[in-house]
């Protein structure tokens, strides 16, 4: 596998901001020695990224200033950084923890070989190195740290979700009630106020490192969950420009009151 520092990317503005902005699944990477695992063709992988990537995400997050961020360019396909590398993780009830064997329909899609698994591991675990080195950085700079973790999520319901069938709403804002203050859900519903939203449904919490989660309430966080109606068409993916460039501006507007 390319050294990790190849696939992901850190801005480290610690020095001059408390704010750290993630977009972990925006990737679509795969290296080509990692495809004998996955037991679907590479059309059938490719659809699965089209259902399941956070659909430019890395592109909003690198366009915002005055923060940090970490952006990563492998795909969920591969390995999943957001995932507990343990059994906490609700996910491994569907085979999508920290490396996925199944896919949006429930289908089997890959078995991971030893050497595949030792080898992702790794970048799971240098990627979650790196992104807890930014927040004590953060920390010892600010005495705190905020993470806004940008996602998106289909109009329509996948198989796959564990907590469907609520409302989808143009904007979910997911977090955890030891990490998000009600300011700070605030700040969010008002920067994001040309938005419908609705809190924790379909997805719930906010990434934290797991050296800080739930022990460190110096650590803020916050996931946008955002519907892709909202600044793409979702059938070929392309980009609405003007959608898009709302979100930037909304995201934009709430580093500057988080800074």
Same mark, same amino acid.
Do not use: W
């Given at each position: 596998?390319? @050294? ?13 901001? %408390?704010?750290?902005?993630?977009? @972990? ?5 795969? %290296? ?28 909003l997050v690198a366009a915002i200033t005055g923060a940090s961020a970490v952006i990563n360019s492998m795909s ?22 920290? /490396? ?7 289908? *089997? ?24 080195? /930014? +927040? ?13 973790? +940008? ?19 143009? /904007? ?15 700040? +969010? ?18 990434? +934290? ?14 996931? /946008? *969950? ?10 070929t993916i392309a980009i609405d420009e003007a959608g898009f460039l709302g979100l930037q501006q909304s995201l ?8």
């Amino acid at each position: 596998m390319p @050294p990790p520092t190849t696939l992901f990317q850190v801005i480290d503005n610690s020095a001059g901001t %408390p704010v750290i902005l993630h977009a @972990p699944h925006g990737g679509r990477i795969i %290296p080509p020695e990692r495809l004998g695992s996955y037991l679907i063709s590479l059309p059938e992988l490719e659809a699965e990224k089209d259902a399941m990537t956070d659909h430019h995400t890395n592109t909003l997050v690198a366009a915002i200033t005055g923060a940090s961020a970490v952006i990563n360019s492998m795909s969920r396909f591969a390995v999943d950084v957001e995932r507990f590398p343990d059994e906490t993780e609700e996910m491994n009830e569907v085979g999508m923890g920290v /490396l996925y064997t199944h896919g949006s329909r429930g289908q *089997e899609i890959r078995r991971v070989s030893a050497a595949d698994q030792a080898s992702l591991l790794e970048y799971f675990a240098g990627y979650s190195r790196r992104f807890t080195d /930014l +927040v004590d950085a953060t920390l010892a700079q600010h005495g705190r740290a905020v993470i806004i973790d +940008v996602h998106s999520y289909p109009r329509r319901e996948l198989p796959y979700e564990l907590h469907g069938g609520g409302a989808r709403a143009p /904007l979910c804002i997911g977090s955890d009630p030891f990490h998000a203050s009600a300011s700070l859900l605030q700040a +969010v519903t008002e920067s994001f106020a040309g938005l419908e939203s609705a809190a924790n449904t379909p997805f719930t919490g906010a990434y +934290v490192p797991l050296k800080h989660y739930r022990t460190d309430a110096r650590v803020s966080s916050v996931m /946008l *969950e955002i519907r892709r109606d909202v600044y793409l068409d979702e059938a070929t993916i392309a980009i609405d420009e003007a959608g898009f460039l709302g979100l930037q501006q909304s995201l934009q507007r709430l580093v500057d009151r988080l800074a």
